[in-house]
């Protein structure tokens, strides 16, 4: 299964879910409640680790891994986080059965025309194992 995703900043640096409330709760452009998820970001060439926190829909765990990592790269590109990066491919997404976890296979393209292959690992932020 190979999926094109083809991505877009958004302007002024604002994430596209998200408005805040003035308690300070974030609430999804389309009425959810937002949550807090980690994301471990696993570079295939090199090895190296990134561990992300970002808000998502409190219901992401339970749609589909496509749309939880669409969710994460929307908000670190919001962030501009991963530099260097202008679009990414997901080969491979899986939901673990037993815990909330959601794995991604998939390719960074690269500004310079590199490309980076990737794991990644969505979980809510008090998932412990």
């Known amino acids: 299964m190979r999926k094109k ?7 002024h640096g604002c994430h596209p879910f998200v408005t805040h409330r003035t308690d300070n709760s974030a ?5 959810h409640d937002m949550a807090t998820y980690q994301t471990i970001l696993i570079d295939g060439r090199t ?3 990134g561990r992300y926190k970002f808000t998502g829909p409190d219901d992401l765990m339970e749609r589909t891994p496509v749309r939880a ?3 994460f790269m929307e ?3 919001a ?3 991963l530099h260097g990066h202008q679009d990414y491919e997901i080969n491979a997404a899986m939901k673990s059965p037993h815990h909330e976890v ?3 296979l998939g390719v960074l393209h690269l500004t310079n025309g590199d ?4 794991m990644a690992m969505i979980s809510p932020q008090d998932f412990h194992v």
């Open 47 to 49: 090895g190296g680790e």
């Open 69 to 71: 990592m669409r969710a």
């Open 79 to 81: 962030k501009d986080v």
């Open 5 to 11: 995703q083809t991505t877009q900043s958004p302007a």
């Open 115 to 118: 490309q980076a292959p990737f």
């Open 27 to 31: 609430i999804s452009a389309k009425g």
């Open 102 to 104: 959601i794995t991604t």
């Open 75 to 77: 908000s670190v590109e």
